[in-house]
């Protein structure tokens, strides 16, 4: 058992006793233990030695939970509770001098230093979020000052006041978990603040499910036919349909190759995944890595459109520079741009943007003209486009382990998640259809 070091050489007060030969005693008489001192104000002090041979101090109004606090005075913890948590801090070798000499940013340079493990990509990921919206807000704080309540605002602010996407925050909330777990495994804090931070945030905090809902099969079939139709966006309605039919991500789509495309047997081998990123350096370029999860290299079939389409494509002149350009060893990629260059992962989010503006646009000037009200596309991204083909296929009820592999979700919850949601759209509309097509009573 650790001791806590005495303040009065004289006393012989222990944690489960008092000696006979001493007895100090509060204003109410009730014996103090070793450490213990009320002072002449009525307030009450505890010292003790930390683990790391520092002197310490806490105070409280009160000896015991109990007491009854005078007008004005702050409600806090006693100081027998208090007590309680530096023996249990000490037994456990709680490290609390480093947990307020150690700040977040150091947490997390320590994380970033450790996890070698983390591809360049996501690194730089983490980089930007930690550097844009947790270090002006905690990153100079002693983490053993950071409460939960502070991360959960932290995540509250990030959507409300910043106007950053749900995941944006979900992605902070990440690293801010991880950095302060392994501060509990070198036990410097006992508890991680932001263990149940993120899950009181989305209790407390709107989330528009609409940015998440999947294209239904009239708005699929708008969004690609006018793609198709328009001038302006044709040359990307093959990659828009491999997207559709075979819930690729857009990175993986982005870097497939022709000799990933397996046309006798009808397979798409993913393989890789590609983006134009912000490097550690500064520079901005095209990197190649390996998909998000393990279960993401996998074999997808081509249904007869994506086949098509991929046809298509090859059958398309993209001038010299399609056999040159090389991304850290790989080449001869599917899609590539009037120079012959991958199309970036923004390029295609600012081209959805378009083609969602413009066909809405010429939308409400054809219900005006046919007096009716306009079917407008929602707000659509390419993860969107995967959900929606997910859906499609859940819709057709696709065996449930069959498509966790075809859309490399590592966990079957996720595609549970996305299963249990069309089921009960499809429950909704074949009771509707149902309603009164026979009697009842």
């Not at 509060?26 to 010292?47: A, H, S, T």
């Not at 990933?260 to 370029?285: A, L, N, Q, W």
């Not at 083609?355 to 659509?380: D, F, G, M, V």
């Amino acid at each position: 058992m650790v001791q806590c070091k005495l303040t009065m050489p004289d006393s012989f007060f222990t944690r489960k006793g008092v000696s006979t030969m001493e007895k100090r005693r509060d204003n109410k008489g009730r014996i103090l233990r070793n450490g213990e001192v009320q002072r002449p104000d009525g307030k009450y002090m505890f010292r003790y030695t930390d683990s790391s041979g520092v002197r310490r101090a806490v105070y409280s109004w009160k000896l015991v939970s109990t007491d009854k606090l005078k007008e004005g005075q702050r409600d806090s913890q006693s100081l027998r509770e208090k007590e309680k948590l530096i023996f249990k801090d000490l037994d456990d070798k709680i490290k609390t001098r480093d947990a307020e000499n150690t700040t977040v940013d150091d947490l997390y340079q320590q994380f970033v230093d450790i996890r070698k493990d983390l591809k360049e990509s996501t690194r730089c990921c983490y980089n930007d979020i930690y550097k844009k919206h947790i270090k002006p807000v905690i990153g100079s704080k002693p983490i053993g000052r950071v409460k939960p309540t502070e991360i959960q605002k932290l995540y509250q602010t990030m959507v409300s006041d910043s106007g950053v996407n749900p995941t944006t925050a979900q992605k902070a909330h990440s690293i801010i978990y991880q950095i302060f777990e392994n501060a509990v495994m070198d036990n410097i804090i006992r508890v991680n603040p932001a263990s149940n931070a993120f899950r009181n945030f989305r209790k407390t905090t709107e989330l528009s499910p609409a940015c998440r809902e999947p294209l239904t099969i009239e708005q699929q079939a708008s969004f690609i036919d006018y793609i198709y139709a328009s001038r302006q966006y044709n040359r990307l309605a093959n990659l828009f349909t491999v997207l559709l039919g075979t819930g690729m991500r857009i990175g993986e789509a982005l870097g497939l190759r022709w000799c990933d495309c397996d046309f006798e047997e009808g397979i798409i081998h993913v393989t890789h995944t590609i983006m134009y990123k912000r490097c550690e350096d500064g520079s901005y370029r095209y990197r190649v890595s390996s998909p998000k999860t393990e279960a993401g290299n996998r074999e997808i079939p081509m249904f007869d459109d994506v086949k098509s389409a991929l046809l298509r494509e090859r059958d398309k002149k993209h001038g010299a520079t399609k056999k040159d350009f090389v991304v850290d060893g790989y080449t001869d990629f599917v899609f590539l741009n009037n120079k012959g260059q991958v199309y970036t992962q923004s390029f295609i989010y600012d081209a959805i943007q378009g083609i969602i503006t413009s066909y809405n646009k010429e939308e409400y000037a054809r219900a005006y003209e046919e007096k009716r009200q306009p079917n407008y596309l929602p707000k659509i991204s390419a993860h969107i486009l995967r959900h929606t083909f997910c859906t499609r296929m859940c819709e057709s009820n696709v065996n449930i382990k069959v498509l966790q592999d075809i859309m490399g979700h590592r966990n079957i919850r996720t595609t549970m998640e996305t299963y249990a949601k069309a089921m009960k759209d499809k429950k909704v509309e074949t009771m509707q259809a149902l309603n009164g097509a026979f009697k009842i009573s």
